[in-house]
């Protein structure tokens, strides 16, 4: 008994230290059913946006039996694929356009008061980034998975001045 008592308490502070470095953000649940042989089974897919908001975000999307499984295996997939951003006073340096599948992604810099004006889940992702001047907008696909990769994949394209100097060279 004591044990046990001893074990959840590792655990609820392993689970504090791990909250504290990062957010996450619940971007979208859906329902899945694959057919098989005895009839229909049913899982849950869970995408999951982690950020620590000083520059690093990760996505993650994975399927379980139950919503919790699928969000903690989403959160699991995500924390080994952290991007690192580029970040120039509180917005990104220059104007990006990325495209992954049908969905479309614009973003572009924005002056000091601005916000972070875009809509539903590209806002979750440059808000976990720690950006906090930008405008963005969604082209395309109203898919919410695919404008959250395609939004990821555009912050991985940034560059400031000093990285394209020392790529030149």
Not at 15 to 22: D, M
Not at 106 to 117: E, N, Q, R, Y
Not at 128 to 137: E, M, P
Not at 155 to 166: E, H, N, S, T, V
């Amino acid at each position: 008994m004591a044990q046990e008592g001893r074990r959840r308490s590792t655990t609820g502070k392993r689970a504090e230290r791990e909250k504290s470095e990062f957010d996450q953000k619940l971007i979208d649940v859906a329902r899945v059913t694959r057919v098989m042989a005895g009839g229909k089974r049913m899982s849950f897919r869970a995408c999951i946006v982690i950020g620590d908001r000083k520059g690093k975000v990760a996505m993650g999307v994975r399927k379980g039996t139950d919503v919790s499984v699928a969000i903690n295996k989403a959160v699991a997939a995500a924390k080994k694929d952290w991007l690192k951003v580029t970040i120039v006073n509180d917005t990104i340096p220059h104007r990006v356009l990325q495209k992954f599948g049908a969905a479309r992604v614009l973003l572009k810099p924005a002056p000091k008061g601005t916000g972070v004006i875009a809509g539903g889940p590209v806002r979750a992702v440059l808000e976990l980034a720690g950006i906090k001047n930008v405008v963005s907008k969604m082209l395309g696909s109203n898919n919410k998975a695919n404008n959250v990769k395609a939004t990821i994949l555009a912050l991985g394209k940034l560059r400031d001045y000093k990285q394209i100097m020392a790529m030149r060279k």
